[in-house]
């Protein structure tokens, strides 16, 4: 039996295509910090319950799961993408709800169970917001309340806002990386954003190696002050399926790789399950080519597989983001 | 969107020809009363029941209910999935509720 010791790090894993998972270890007091944020920003007024639809395993779950709810002792229910709302929340006049992208669909067809409570807040983490969020929200009228979350397992939080829209504002301990020289000059892009680093005191380490001293996201960002960013999207062609990491790049040359002889180009699309998703296009016609690709991609692992093959018409440039 | 009630061989076909494009995999007749996680494990999860909701709401005209109807045995397979439709069509023919 593995005893987990009360100061030991916990570890949580990327996840995805963007290659193979990595363990991140968040130490105790890292992990409290982060709750104590989220707890301000949530839960000011007070709440009498959280239920979660992420799974603790990830970074995300087990703040909003297990640390938010021991810090404020209020119960926590786990919650079910396909089952009813249990009854136990239903009564919960102020609930949280750390929801996933599909979460805001579910809970849009329980409008009249979320209205008999006073007050409701919308968590949504590091994902394309979908648009059924802020359908749900004006539906909840001024009782609802969505924040939303930017950040990673590598991070931990890095940012928030409110409303489903704007310029995302920093975490109260996080700050933007100073910049070198030689890094302004690589990480700038035409448009006048760069890639977002930041230091905090919660970033994550790799196990045996010391906590970094700034991460760089993958994100691009400019920054109109020192709190604040507009995101422009992301630097390379990753997108987050249901918060599942893939990178269509990769993906893409996997199935060029299987199927040699036919132009493909992988497109991001929203989703309003997922939150964002992606197609497959073949630049062919011959139905031999289309059944060996179909059985190609029947052959990926469920977190990359697409919503569709579509031969024709042939691929566009590569996009960069679809919000 | 179309509501007209049908007979069970013609619905399941519609529906297994739907569900087949919905999960980008050929459905087979003889499989209707095999759990459609068995056949397309990858992409029938719980991702993909809510995907099947939508579709039989908006290609056969019926409201799925998350209360009323229990998603775990009502989306098991196609099988279930159109015994689901074709009550929730009667139903709405006896109220009158079919245009």
């Not at chain 1, 301000?40 to 639809?53: K, R």
């Not at chain 1, 390379?236 to 990178?247: A, E």
Request: hydrophobic fraction near 45%.
């Amino acid at each position: 039996m593995t005893v987990h010791r009360p100061d030991a790090p916990v570890a949580f894993a990327t996840s995805g295509s963007t290659g193979p998972p990595q363990q991140w270890l968040r130490d105790p007091a890292q992990i409290d910090a982060e709750a104590r944020l989220l707890t301000a920003l949530c839960a000011d007024g007070g709440i009498d319950g959280v239920l979660s639809y992420a799974p603790p395993r990830h970074l995300y779950g087990h703040l909003m799961g297990l640390a938010v709810p021991r810090l404020l002792d209020v119960p926590c229910l786990q919650a079910g993408l396909t089952a009813p709302l249990a009854r136990t929340v239903t009564r919960w006049r102020r609930p949280l709800v750390a929801a996933v992208p599909a979460a805001f669909a579910v809970l849009a067809r329980c409008l009249p169970e979320l209205a008999r409570a006073e007050r409701i807040v919308l968590v949504h983490s590091s994902a394309v917001l979908p648009a059924g969020a802020r359908e749900l929200v004006a539906a909840l009228g001024e009782r609802a309340r969505l924040v939303e979350l930017f950040g990673s397992t590598e991070t931990g939080l890095i940012a928030t806002r409110s409303g489903g829209a704007g310029e995302w504002t920093l975490a109260e301990d996080t700050r933007f990386a100073p910049e070198q020289e030689q890094e302004q000059a690589r990480d700038r892009r035409p448009d006048g954003s760069r890639l977002l680093r930041v230091t905090s005191p919660r970033l994550a380490r790799r196990p045996g190696e010391e906590v970094p001293a700034a991460t760089a996201t993958g994100d691009l960002v400019t920054a109109p002050d020192e709190r604040t960013f507009h995101w422009h999207g992301r630097a390379n062609r990753l997108v987050k399926v249901n918060g599942v990491r893939v990178d269509l790049d990769h993906l893409t040359a996997r199935l060029a790789a299987a199927v040699p002889g036919v132009a493909l180009a992988c497109r991001a699309e929203p989703d309003p399950l997922r939150g964002e998703w992606f197609s497959v296009h073949a630049a062919t016609d011959d139905p031999g080519l289309l059944a060996r690709l179909a059985a190609a991609v029947r052959a990926l692992p469920a977190a990359e597989q697409p919503r569709a093959l579509h031969p024709l018409p042939a691929p566009a440039p590569p996009t960069r983001e679809v919000r | 969107m179309n509501a007209t009630p049908a007979t069970a061989a013609p619905l399941r076909d519609r529906l297994r020809e739907a569900l087949a494009t919905l999960l980008g995999h050929p459905l087979a007749a003889a499989d209707d009363e095999v759990s459609l996680a068995e056949i397309v494990p990858e992409r029938y999860d719980s991702l993909g029941v809510l995907d099947a909701v939508g579709l039989v709401e908006k290609e056969f005209g019926v409201p799925v209910d998350l209360v009323v109807d229990d998603l775990r045995s009502t989306f098991f397979s196609v099988a279930t999935i159109a015994a689901l439709i074709e009550r929730k069509q009667r139903d709405a023919a006896v109220l009158g509720l079919l245009p």
